[in-house]
Structures are given as structure tokens and as C-alpha cells.
């Protein structure tokens, strides 16, 4: 297959619209909920949240001219991004903010790529992000995580049928979202708390609308 093969391919994937069927829609959802519920599967879905927490915090950091210095990942699914620059209080603030709001962020807009019909668009653009991530991980064991993300994605984005291409679209938007709100669960005493639950609650339902108000009923 030649690069422009390749680039072919790429472009009618990113511009191509898809009609999702109830089942592609919702039988994601149903994963993703034991997925959610099974600690031992938590435990694995949640390095994807944590990649986005971190990269969260990243961008934000950037966005406010401060210096990000890396992304590191443990096998406990915690995570630790260093920045520096200024130490006002609202820069650092935000930051701190972005984390536990960024995968349920991220996950409205996923559920509006796949609203608008661009479900193969989104598991390209996911590819993308991870690579992005991948130039600030600083340790070992993050680095392993999101090479292995890029390949699981990539391997789905290009090889896999359009059936599981639209259902892994779809799991990655419930997963992004409602996986927000079961990270915010597991907070403890954090002053943050109550606007943690309202943002991924409100993502939550928004997203839901948007994936499942294509579907239902139509």
C-alpha cells in the first residue's frame, strides 16, 4: 500500500458519516457499566481516564504559560503531571481543576463527534491525542501503557470491522464520561468535590444526549 493509499484511506475514514443503529449505540453502554462495576476491570479501563486527567492538567498548565515538564503513569492507575512557572494561586488552581473534569470534557465531545456521524473519525482523532501524550510521558511504565493504547486504537481505527469500529467509538465516549463520574467517587474530603460531581454529571447526561438522542426513537 502505497502513502497515498495510506492518506486515502485516512481522509475517507475522518470525512466519512456513519448512522449508528440502536444496538452499536447502547450495547457499549452496557460494557462500560460492568466494566465500571467489576473492580478488576475499573482497575484496567481506569488508565485510559487517567491518561486524560493527566493530559488535562497538561494542557491547561500550557494554555496558562506554564512550562509542563512531563506526564508519568503508575500501575496503581494514579498519575502525576509537573509544571512550573508562576505560583499565583488562579493559575495553579485551574490546573489542579482540570484533572478529574477532563475525561468528562473530553467525553462530550466525543459523543458529538459520533452525534454528527464521525465515528471512525474518533478513534483517529484518540490515536492522535495518545501520541501527543506520549511525548511528555517520563517514565517507564507510562510509556508501556500509552504505546500499548496507540497500538490497540490504531490496530481498531484501521483493521477492525465497521461494526466494532462504530461499538469501540462509542465504549470510548460512555467510558470517558461515565468513568468522570465513578473517578469523582472515589474522592475523599477534596474541596473540589461538589464542582467535580456537577461537571461530570452534567457532561454525563449532556453526552448521553447526544449519543443516545441519534439513535432512540429514530
Given at each position: 500500500m502505497s502513502i497515498g493509499d495510506i492518506i486515502d484511506r485516512l481522509w475517507a475514514d475522518v470525512t466519512s458519516h456513519v448512522v449508528a443503529t440502536q444496538t452499536a449505540a447502547l450495547w457499549p453502554l452496557a460494557a462500560v457499566v460492568v466494566a465500571l462495576?467489576?473492580?478488576?476491570?475499573?482497575?484496567?479501563?481506569?488508565?485510559?481516564?487517567?491518561?486524560?486527567?493527566?493530559?488535562?492538567?497538561?494542557?491547561?498548565?500550557?494554555?496558562?504559560?506554564?512550562?509542563?515538564?512531563?506526564?508519568?503513569?503508575?500501575?496503581?492507575?494514579?498519575?502525576?503531571?509537573?509544571?512550573?512557572?508562576?505560583?499565583?494561586?488562579?493559575?495553579?488552581?485551574?490546573?489542579?481543576?482540570?484533572?478529574?473534569?477532563?475525561?468528562?470534557?473530553?467525553?462530550?465531545?466525543?459523543?458529538?463527534?459520533?452525534?454528527?456521524?464521525?465515528?471512525?473519525?474518533l478513534l483517529w482523532v484518540a490515536v492522535l491525542l495518545l501520541v501527543v501524550v506520549l511525548v511528555q510521558i517520563r517514565n517507564l511504565y507510562g510509556f508501556v501503557v500509552v504505546v500499548l493504547a496507540i497500538g490497540a486504537f490504531g490496530w481498531l481505527a484501521w483493521s477492525a470491522l465497521d461494526a466494532w469500529r462504530v461499538g469501540v467509538a462509542y465504549g470510548v465516549a460512555w467510558l470517558l464520561l461515565l468513568g468522570a463520574v465513578r473517578a469523582?467517587?472515589?474522592?475523599?474530603?477534596?474541596?473540589?468535590?461538589?464542582?467535580?460531581?456537577?461537571?461530570?454529571?452534567?457532561?454525563?447526561?449532556?453526552?448521553?444526549?447526544?449519543?443516545?438522542?441519534?439513535?432512540?426513537?429514530?
Open positions: 462495576a467489576v473492580p478488576q476491570l475499573w482497575h484496567v479501563v481506569r488508565h485510559i481516564i487517567t491518561i486524560v486527567h493527566e493530559a488535562g492538567h497538561a494542557t491547561v498548565a500550557a494554555l496558562l504559560g506554564r512550562e509542563v515538564r512531563g506526564i508519568r503513569l503508575h500501575a496503581d492507575t494514579s498519575g502525576l503531571t509537573t509544571h512550573a512557572g508562576s505560583t499565583k494561586r488562579l493559575p495553579l488552581a485551574l490546573t489542579a481543576f482540570a484533572g478529574y473534569t477532563a475525561p468528562a470534557v473530553v467525553g462530550v465531545g466525543a459523543a458529538a463527534l459520533l452525534h454528527f456521524g464521525h465515528a471512525f473519525a469523582v467517587v472515589e474522592l475523599h474530603g477534596s474541596v473540589w468535590v461538589a464542582l467535580f460531581w456537577l461537571v461530570t454529571v452534567a457532561c454525563a447526561l449532556g453526552g448521553a444526549w447526544f449519543m443516545v438522542g441519534t439513535v432512540v426513537g429514530g
